[in-house]
């Protein structure tokens, strides 16, 4: 039941109704999002769940292969874990080569 729900002139509640194009989000007019910030593939730092992402693997996945040196090496900020997103997709183009830390 929706008690605070505003109604319109008629009296009636607003009805959800999918967008004419049928897909989320369309008609956006920039790929930034409306809080200001920059479009994902702008930004250099990746978290561990973007970096999951663009591997297409979950976030445990992802902490494995780094433990077995299968997967570059995050940089450390602090209590964060960030990963270079350009360092990443060199090194998807370059054929995902185990990186063994010495």
Partial sequence: MFV????DADGRRPVWRPSRS???GA???SATA?????????VLLITKHEA?????VSA???DRLVSRGEF????????????NRADL?????????PVRRT
């Avoid at 570059?72 to 990963?83: H, K, Q, S, T």
Wanted: glycine letters at 14%; aromatic letters at 4%; proline letters at 8%.
């Fill in 72 to 83: 570059p090496a995050p940089i450390r900020l602090g209590g964060m874990r960030r990963w």
């Fill in 27 to 29: 008609g956006r007019e």
């Fill in 34 to 42: 409306v809080d200001g910030r920059k479009p994902a593939s702008e």
């Fill in 60 to 62: 445990r996945t992802l």
């Fill in 22 to 24: 049928g897909r989320c």
């Fill in 89 to 97: 997709e060199q090194w998807i183009a370059d054929g995902c080569k």
């Fill in 4 to 7: 605070n729900t505003p109604r």
């Fill in 52 to 56: 999951a992402g663009l591997m297409a």
